[in-house]
């Protein structure tokens, strides 16, 4: 059954002629922080033009596969829809979403950090606009560490992160040294998972796209992320995503948390975490041999289908939710810190901005360092940094999600989870043509 939350304006046939029935979009969204402040706010929208707006706002799996069922089949139940840096480039190359080209004159494109326009784009051409942009990075609770006698490095090995997650677990006061995503998906167990083995020098296919899960970086890999998790995680990780993990770290339960960059708003703003004056940052880990971060780059977008048949009025909210003017709304409603993150040049050269946001600087670090052509060390044949840039990816990375949270739950042990997804991966690549 699916989830709604409808917002109108301010009413439902306001500033329209007497009688006369309001324009509507549907816009699919996924149910993260930001997004529902978007939706809270998007009554000054409709009081501007008079469109309603009717919210689909999903968990973010079912977001994936509700938006990927409608535009393959070219549905038209959803006008905007958000998608990501994985999506865009793919289904722009299928004619599946309309080009971004021509959007209001106050939208300035040009003003994109360049990562995420380019990540949005095909041949030049912009299919889909950046509302969030993120990287990963390790949060962590200051008062924990000083207690423990410990000190973040800026750069820290998984090592290091290894030994003080079971320093700081306290289980008998429900204290867990560290929360990492356990809910299966290529967007959410899969992500981190993937960067941790990039930053262990795994990768997903060779150049001849034979898979590497029999390889001793995977086994590395999945073998610290099980015993780390065994140790210092919470209960019941297996069904923790991002959401999960944001709102046990709110709650003082997580010594760390390796997530998306976009959550470092959510966890130091005071009114909505108990632990908000007492969190650092730091990049995501190496293993000490070499210099790969395995951060990724992902950029929460919205995009206009080609099947929409209001893809003006859909282009009008989007430039509306993505411009700079917005940016200016949620600070002076939110607080700059609070404004969507990673997306604009301008923000991280706005003094009220890096003042307010103590995480600024290590977030546009993590964004421009993030290797999305070569993630791992090894050669690949494939783009992505937290994800495989080819179509058959998606079904892939959620079966292997499947196996590997299976793996966290104790279901398998990590020799049989690797030789899982190696089999499962291999059959899904011949099955699509790839050995032929």
């Keep these: 059954m699916k989830l709604r939350?409808?917002?109108?304006?301010?009413?439902?046939?306001?500033?329209?002629?007497?009688?006369?029935?309001?324009?509507?979009?549907?816009?699919?969204?996924?149910?993260n922080g930001d997004m529902i402040r978007m939706q809270g706010l998007s009554d000054r929208f409709t009081e501007q033009t008079g469109i309603d707006l009717e919210w689909v706002t999903?968990?973010?799996?079912?977001?994936?596969?509700?938006?990927?069922?409608?535009?393959?089949t070219g549905g038209g139940q959803y006008d905007v829809m958000t998608i990501g840096a994985y999506e865009t480039p793919i289904w722009a190359a299928q004619g599946w979403l309309a080009p971004l080209d021509d959007l209001g004159d106050d939208y300035n494109a040009d003003d994109l950090i360049p990562a995420v326009r380019e990540a949005l784009s095909v041949d030049g051409t912009q299919y889909a606009s950046p509302f969030y942009a993120e990287s990963a990075m390790i949060m962590?609770?200051?008062?924990?560490f000083e207690e423990a006698g410990l000190e973040m490095p800026q750069e820290p090995t998984w090592e290091f992160i290894g030994e003080a997650a079971r320093a700081i677990t306290d289980r008998d006061n429900e204290i867990y040294g560290i929360c990492l995503r356990g809910k299966a998906g290529w967007g959410e167990n899969?992500?981190?998972?993937?960067?941790?083995?990039?930053?262990?020098?795994?990768?997903?296919?060779?150049?001849?796209?034979?898979?590497q899960f029999d390889s001793p970086e995977w086994n590395?890999?999945?073998?610290?992320?099980?015993?780390?998790?065994?140790?210092?995680?919470?209960?019941?990780?297996s069904s923790n995503g991002f959401n999960e993990n944001l709102a046990l770290f709110q709650q003082g339960k997580c010594g760390m948390w390796m997530d998306a960059t976009v959550a470092a708003s959510f966890v130091s703003n005071p009114d909505e975490s108990q632990v908000a004056d007492s969190v650092g940052y730091a990049l995501?880990?190496?293993?000490?041999?070499?210099?790969?971060?395995?951060n990724w780059l992902w950029v929460w977008s919205l995009?206009?289908?080609?099947?929409?048949?209001?893809?003006?009025?859909?282009?009008?909210?989007?430039?509306?939710?993505?411009?700079?003017?917005?940016?200016?709304?949620?600070?002076?409603?939110?607080?700059?810190a609070n404004v969507p993150p990673g997306t604009r040049t301008s923000l991280y050269e706005?003094?009220?901005?890096?003042?307010?946001?103590?995480?600024?600087?290590?977030?546009?670090?993590?964004?421009?360092?993030?290797?999305?052509?070569?993630?791992?060390?090894?050669?690949?044949?494939?783009?992505?940094?937290?994800?495989?840039?080819?179509?058959?990816?998606?079904?892939?990375?959620?079966?292997?999600?499947?196996?590997?949270?299976?793996?966290?739950?104790?279901?398998?042990?990590?020799?049989?989870?690797?030789?899982?997804?190696?089999?499962?991966?291999?059959?899904?690549?011949?099955?699509?043509?790839y050995y032929r």
């Excluded at 962590?140 to 924990?144: A, F, G, I, S, V």
């Excluded at 009220?352 to 060390?377: G, R």
């Excluded at 793996?407 to 989870?417: E, H, I, M, T």
């Design 5 to 31: 939350s409808i917002i109108i304006g301010s009413c439902s046939l306001f500033a329209l002629a007497a009688g006369a029935q309001a324009q509507s979009l549907t816009i699919a969204t996924v149910n």
């Design 58 to 72: 999903l968990e973010e799996n079912v977001l994936r596969q509700r938006v990927t069922t409608d535009i393959a």
């Design 140 to 144: 962590y609770r200051t008062d924990l």
């Design 190 to 211: 899969m992500a981190f998972i993937t960067a941790l083995a990039n930053s262990m020098g795994g990768r997903w296919f060779d150049m001849d796209w034979e898979p």
């Design 220 to 237: 590395e890999a999945l073998t610290y992320y099980v015993d780390l998790m065994t140790d210092a995680g919470p209960p019941g990780a």
């Design 284 to 294: 995501f880990p190496t293993n000490g041999e070499f210099d790969n971060h395995g």
């Design 303 to 336: 995009a206009v289908p080609a099947s929409s048949q209001n893809v003006d009025a859909a282009k009008q909210f989007i430039d509306w939710a993505t411009s700079e003017s917005y940016l200016e709304m949620v600070a002076e409603e939110e607080g700059w």
């Design 350 to 433: 706005n003094p009220a901005y890096t003042e307010a946001a103590p995480f600024a600087d290590i977030t546009l670090e993590a964004i421009q360092s993030a290797n999305t052509t070569n993630s791992s060390v090894q050669d690949v044949p494939y783009a992505g940094g937290q994800f495989v840039a080819i179509p058959e990816f998606q079904g892939i990375g959620t079966s292997v999600g499947q196996i590997f949270s299976a793996a966290l739950a104790g279901q398998v042990n990590v020799d049989q989870a690797l030789e899982q997804a190696q089999q499962t991966s291999r059959m899904e690549m011949d099955r699509a043509g």
